[in-house]
């Protein structure tokens, strides 16, 4: 049987305790007493104080009185319990952490959910986090959420008040990273339920899994274990290429980057080639390939190839020389 919850057994107290002192007083009053000496006597009465009674009681009161004793001492009881219950169990320490959470959710625009705390979506998150982009984890679990240093949603990734919570209305990407396939595709249709534009990428087991989530609307469907062999075979025959990729994207000890940059539609370099642009003189960053709008790559692309809006265009160099990029890239 499930634990009451310990909030929802203060409330329960606060509410008998009042309607106990509620009685009491009308009791009193009913006796004779006037409202001050009859709130008076049934405070004392419940909180079994000792103090003298402010009147005589009769032998009607007296039966009264004993009657209040019996069910307002152990109503009082419970609600101190209760309320014990929540301090030392740090119950409220645990309601301020997720109100500060819920406020910092709020705030977010063009963040990413991470669906799933497992083994991936802990390393994504980390990852994410890493790279200063801000994450919302939601899992079932509590005891793996409250480790985690960033916002975080408990509940069911599959429910839409759940999503909500996370911020999907707001969000610009979702992972989707449940330990199953099937959880996996719940994920994805209820998301492109609520939003449609939403980029989901999805952790999926085998090829007809892809397909399905495919199907379903995400946008990358990522095989762990497919990735971890072609990895694993890499290190055979390039490993020094291999450790070079892994610093320069996840490592972040040389002072060079990996990144894209989207050219946007008003942007200057729209209709120049990579050498009218002078695109490294004036950032220091090179031009290592360029990803058409149509998903073709021009890879090492020469000097007199044309750049048009919606370019990806992927660079390597330090952290100021990409923002001075991404500023002549997206700025008119």
């Given at each position: 049987?499930?634990?009451?919850?310990?909030?929802?057994?203060?409330?329960?107290?606060?509410?008998a305790?009042v309607i106990?002192?509620?009685?009491?007083?009308?009791?009193?009053?009913?006796?004779?007493?006037?409202?001050?000496?009859?709130l008076?006597?049934?405070?004392?009465?419940?909180?079994?104080?000792?103090?003298?009674?402010?009147?005589?009681l009769?032998a009607?009161?007296?039966?009264?009185?004993?009657?209040?004793i019996?069910?307002?001492?152990?109503?009082?009881?419970?609600t101190?319990?209760?309320?014990?219950?929540?301090l030392?169990?740090?119950h409220?320490?645990?309601?301020?952490?997720?109100?500060?959470?819920?406020?910092?959710?709020a705030r977010?625009?063009?963040?990413?959910i991470?669906?799933?705390?497992?083994?991936?979506?802990?390393?994504?998150?980390?990852?994410?986090?890493n790279?200063?982009?801000?994450?919302?984890?939601?899992?079932?679990?509590?005891?793996?959420?409250?480790?985690?240093?960033?916002?975080?949603?408990?509940?069911?990734?599959?429910?839409?008040?759940?999503?909500h919570?996370?911020?999907?209305?707001r969000?610009?990407?979702?992972?989707?990273?449940?330990?199953t396939?099937?959880?996996?595709?719940?994920?994805?249709?209820?998301?492109?339920?609520?939003?449609?534009?939403l980029?989901?990428?999805a952790?999926?087991?085998?090829q007809s899994?892809?397909?399905?989530?495919?199907?379903?609307?995400?946008?990358?469907?990522?095989?762990?274990?497919?990735?971890?062999g072609?990895?694993?075979?890499?290190?055979?025959?390039?490993?020094?290429?291999?450790?070079?990729?892994?610093?320069?994207?996840?490592?972040?000890?040389?002072k060079?980057?990996?990144?894209?940059?989207?050219?946007?539609?008003?942007?200057?370099?729209?209709?120049?080639?990579?050498?009218?642009?002078?695109?490294?003189?004036?950032?220091?960053?090179?031009?290592?390939?360029?990803?058409?709008p149509?998903?073709?790559?021009?890879?090492?692309?020469?000097?007199?190839?044309?750049?048009?809006?919606?370019?990806?265009l992927i660079?390597?160099?330090?952290?100021?020389?990409l923002?001075?990029?991404?500023?002549?890239?997206?700025?008119?």
């Amino acid at each position: 049987m499930d634990r009451v919850n310990p909030f929802r057994r203060v409330r329960i107290g606060l509410v008998a305790l009042v309607i106990v002192l509620l009685g009491g007083t009308i009791g009193y009053l009913l006796f004779g007493f006037d409202l001050v000496d009859a709130l008076y006597q049934t405070v004392i009465t419940v909180t079994t104080v000792g103090f003298n009674s402010p009147r005589l009681l009769s032998a009607g009161s007296n039966g009264f009185t004993i009657a209040l004793i019996l069910v307002g001492v152990g109503t009082a009881l419970y609600t101190f319990s209760a309320v014990l219950e929540v301090l030392i169990e740090g119950h409220m320490r645990e309601l301020v952490r997720r109100r500060r959470m819920e406020r910092d959710t709020a705030r977010m625009d063009q963040h990413v959910i991470v669906c799933g705390l497992g083994r991936v979506g802990r390393e994504v998150a980390r990852f994410l986090d890493n790279t200063g982009r801000e994450v919302v984890v939601i899992d079932r679990d509590p005891e793996r959420l409250s480790a985690v240093p960033y916002p975080s949603v408990h509940g069911d990734v599959t429910d839409d008040s759940v999503l909500h919570q996370a911020g999907i209305d707001r969000a610009a990407t979702s992972v989707a990273a449940p330990d199953t396939d099937a959880d996996n595709l719940y994920v994805t249709l209820a998301s492109k339920s609520m939003r449609p534009d939403l980029q989901i990428i999805a952790r999926a087991r085998n090829q007809s899994s892809e397909a399905k989530l495919f199907r379903a609307g995400v946008n990358r469907a990522v095989n762990p274990q497919q990735l971890g062999g072609n990895r694993r075979a890499a290190f055979v025959t390039q490993p020094h290429v291999v450790d070079f990729v892994d610093v320069i994207m996840h490592d972040g000890t040389l002072k060079f980057r990996l990144e894209e940059q989207t050219v946007s539609g008003d942007s200057p370099l729209v209709g120049s080639t990579l050498r009218s642009a002078e695109i490294h003189t004036r950032t220091g960053a090179p031009v290592l390939a360029i990803r058409r709008p149509d998903g073709s790559f021009l890879t090492n692309p020469s000097p007199g190839e044309a750049i048009e809006a919606g370019d990806v265009l992927i660079s390597v160099g330090t952290a100021e020389q990409l923002d001075a990029l991404a500023i002549f890239a997206t700025r008119p």
